[in-house]
C-alpha cells in the first residue's frame, strides 16, 4: 500500500480562543459572575451594614474608653477612664441591681414561657388564639406596653392596688418603695417579653416524636415525669439557647426602668449598667467614662457568652 493511501492522522485542533478541558475559559467566568453577582451585592451590603451600625461602634467604643475630652480636644487618658467609673460608687450599685434584675427576670421570664408552651402544647382547641394573645404584648410598641403598667402601678388609682383592696389587702407603693420598684419592673418586662419566647418554646415543643409520650405512659409515667424526663431533654438545645440570649438581654435592661422610675428609682434602686451608661453620656457628658462602662459590660457578657459555649460543648461530648 502506498504513502498515498493511508488514513490521514486527523488532530482535533481546538478553535483560538476556545475553552480547554478542565479549564475554565473567560466565558466560562463570565457566566459564573454574572450569575452570582445578585448573591454577592447582597452579601457585601449586609456586611456594610454590619461593618457600620455593628463593628464600628464596638471599635469606637474601645478607643473612647481610652480617651478624654475637653475643651472640644480629644487626648489619650489611659486607663483614667476605668478607675474612675471603678471608684464610682453608682457603679458598684447599679451592677448589684442589673444582676438582681437579670436573676428574678430569669426566675420570671425563663421559667414561665416554658410552662405556659406547654399547656398551649396540651390543649387541642383554640390554640392559634392563645398565641396570638400570648404573643400580642410583643406587638405592642414598648413605650405604650410601659405607661400602660406605670398606669396599673399608680397607688391611687392603679388597677393592682385596686384588687388589692377587694382582697382587704394594704395598698401598695409600687413604684415608690425600694422593696417592689425593682419586683414591678420584672413582672412589666416579662409580660412585655415572654410572648417570643413561648412562641420559640412551643415551636420546640410540637417537634418532639408523640412516641415519646406514648411510651412514657406506657410505663407509667405522669405529667411531670413526662416533662422532666421527655420534655426537657428534647428541648435542651433549646432550652440553653434561649437561657443565654436572656441573660445577654437583660443585662441590658434600659427601656422599663428608665420609662417606669425615670431610670434611678427610690434611692436609686433600679438603676442598670446601661442607664448609668446613659447618664455618663447624656447628664455628665463624660463620654470616656460611658465608653469605659460598656466596655466593662461588653467583656463580662462576651466572657459568659464564651464560658457558656466551651461548657455546652463539653456536656454534648
Known sequence: MSASTLPARETALPP???ERPGQPGRSGLTRA??????????????????????????????????????????????????????HDPAFWQAWRNTLLFTGLAL???????FLVAVLLNELRHGQGYLRLL??????????????????????GYGLFNRIFDL????????????????????IAATWMNMGSATLVYLAALQAIPGELYEAAELDGAGLL?????????????????????QIIATMQVFTEPFLLTNGAGPEGSTTTV???????????????????LGL??????????????????????
Open 167 to 186: 382582697f382587704g389587702l394594704p395598698a401598695q407603693q409600687w413604684l415608690q418603695s425600694t422593696d417592689t420598684a425593682m419586683v414591678s419592673v420584672v
Open 274 to 292: 446601661v442607664y448609668l451608661i446613659y447618664q455618663y453620656a447624656f447628664n455628665f457628658n463624660n463620654y470616656g467614662g460611658a465608653a469605659a
Open 107 to 113: 426566675v420570671l421570664g425563663f421559667v414561665l414561657p
Open 33 to 86: 459572575l454574572r450569575r452570582n453577582l445578585t448573591a454577592h451585592g447582597f452579601l457585601i451590603g449586609a456586611v456594610l451594614c454590619f461593618a457600620f451600625f455593628s463593628w464600628y461602634p464596638m471599635v469606637r467604643e474601645f478607643v473612647l474608653a481610652f480617651q478624654k475630652t475637653k475643651d472640644g480636644r480629644t487626648t489619650w487618658a489611659g486607663w483614667s477612664n476605668l478607675s474612675y467609673v471603678f
Open 225 to 245: 415525669r413526662k416533662i422532666w424526663h421527655v420534655t426537657v431533654p428534647q428541648t435542651r438545645l433549646v432550652l440553653s439557647l434561649m437561657f443565654l440570649m
Open 296 to 317: 466593662c459590660l461588653l467583656v463580662l457578657l462576651a466572657g459568659f457568652s464564651a464560658m457558656y459555649v466551651r461548657l455546652s460543648r463539653d456536656s454534648d461530648t
Open 134 to 155: 400570648v404573643y400580642l404584648p410583643v406587638m405592642l410598641p414598648p413605650v405604650a406596653s410601659v405607661l400602660l403598667f406605670k398606669y396599673l402601678y399608680d397607688p
Open 16 to 18: 483560538q480562543g476556545a
